[in-house]
Each structure stands twice: as C-alpha cells, then as structure tokens.
C-alpha cells in the first residue's frame, strides 16, 4: 500500500472571480477552496465585496470571468437552483426567508429542496433552535430579524446540502442564539463544508479551519487558522 495520501480536492474551488455591478467591478481576481468537510471563514471590512463573491458563487450573479468548480465539474453560470440541486445550501445575509409563508411553509420548502428520501424531518429544525417550535404557524415576515435567521438556517440544513454557503448568519442575533447558531455550524461542519461570511473575527477564527481576507475585491491573506497571525488580521480589519 503506498504512503502516499493525496491532499483531499476541493469540494469547491473559485478560480479569478471577477465580478461586478453594471459600471462597477468590486471583485478583481478572487480564488477561494472550500474543502468537503470543516468551515473556510471568509472576513473583510464593509464593502470589500464578500456578499458579491457569495452571490457569485451561488449562480445568482455571473461572474466577469474565472471559473466555478464544484466537486470537478464546472458550474460557471449555473443558476442558484441549479447549485441548490447539486447540493450547495445558502444562507443570505439578509431576506433569507419567504415573508408570506408561515415557519412551517418555510421549512417545508427547505425539505423539498433536498434529496427525496433523504430521511430529513421538520422537527429536527425545533431540535436545532428550539424557538421555532412554538411559532409553526407564524408569518416569517412577522418574526424579528434573529428569529428569521433562525428559520433561515434550518430550512437550508433541512435541504441536507453538503456545503453550506452563510453569509453572517450571526449578524443581529442575540448572544444567547449565535451559541445555538455556532453549535449547528459546528455539528454541521464535522462532515460537511461551510463557506462563511463573518464579520466577528473571533467566531470566524474560533470556527473556521482556514480564513481568507478579502480587501477591496482582492485576497490579501488565505491560509489555515494555525498559520494566520491574528493580530495582523486584526490589524487589517481596524478602522
Ligand atoms: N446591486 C448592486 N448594485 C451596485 N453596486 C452594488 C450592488 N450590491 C453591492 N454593490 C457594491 O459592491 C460593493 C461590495 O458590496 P458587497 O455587498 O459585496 O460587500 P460586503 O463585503 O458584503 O459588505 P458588508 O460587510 O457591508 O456586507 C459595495 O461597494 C457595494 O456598494
Ligand atoms: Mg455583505
């Protein structure tokens, strides 16, 4: 049997993205790989172009140029649908979830979205955050803004992706809930990827088996949390 242990492939792999909006580029060039299991924590300062890169490797935007691989094959382009039946979750950053429908619509869709017979059952949203449970029957629309993201990451894990791509799923939570969010990425995250947005460097450091620093739509730190000096990151980051 031969020694040799090749390094795991990405599961998915951001080769140059540039991307923009009408007149303006905000990404110039961005690679990013996502393992198939353990969290990659994406940080930078507001605007820096995170949210565009997200959207970008979801198939909700196209990018200018560079190419998305997904498990080996290229997705440049895919529709968001299309990434959703190949297994990539998303949690936006915001309107994560349909206004108009009740939690348990909301959740229902979440478990359509994914494999049939993948086993997943609505109640394992209420063993995730168990504040859900006693408003089944509400408006999403009506629930205050940590509660919606709440609903926003269950029905995505209820969809059983193998990558989960969350964009500051802590913002405006309550302390007392990112524990709960933190602990589900965690469980998640043990045999399965998280592509992370998050703007609290301690949760991105303290989850996150590598981090890439995005400034001004270019990656100008990449690598394992271990090897990362975290105060220079921090400096990067300061006002
Ligand atoms: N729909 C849009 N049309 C035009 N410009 C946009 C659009 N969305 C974002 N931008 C611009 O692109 C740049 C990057 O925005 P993006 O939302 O990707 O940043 P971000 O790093 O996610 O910031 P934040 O930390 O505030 O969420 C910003 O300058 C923003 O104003
Ligand atoms: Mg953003």
């Not at 990013?32 to 353990?38: F, L, T």
Request: one cysteine or more; a neutral charge; proline letters at 4%.
């Amino acid at each position: 049997m031969s020694e040799h242990i090749a390094s795991p492939a990405a599961l998915l792999r951001a080769e140059g993205i540039v991307a923009g909006y009408a007149a303006s580029r905000v990404l110039f060039g961005v690679d990013v790989e996502v393992p198939a299991v353990g969290t990659v924590a994406i940080v930078g300062r507001n605007g820096a172009g995170k949210t565009t890169l997200l959207r970008t490797l979801m198939g909700y935007m196209k990018p200018i140029a560079g190419r998305v691989i997904l498990d080996g094959v290229d997705v440049t382009g895919q529709s968001a649908a299309g990434m959703v039946r190949r297994g990539v979750g998303y949690v936006p950053q915001e309107q994560g979830v349909f206004a108009g429908l009740t939690v348990r619509e909301n959740l229902l869709l979440g478990l359509r979205a994914g494999p049939k017979k993948s086993g997943a059952k609505i109640e394992e949203a209420f063993e995730l955050f168990p504040k859900l449970s006693a408003r089944v029957a509400q408006q999403a629309g009506t629930m205050s803004g940590g509660e919606r993201k709440m609903l926003a990451i269950a029905r995505a894990m209820l969809a059983r992706p193998r990558l989960l791509i969350m964009d500051e799923p802590t913002e405006g939570v309550w302390v007392g809930v990112v524990d709960e969010i933190l602990g589900a990425m965690r469980t998640f995250a043990k045999d399965h990827a998280i592509l992370l947005v998050e703007q609290h460097l301690g949760f991105a450091l303290d989850l996150a088996d590598s981090v890439v620093l995005l400034d001004r739509g270019n990656v100008v730190v990449s690598g394992p949390c271990e090897s990362i000096d975290r105060d220079q990151l921090a400096k990067r980051l300061a006002p």
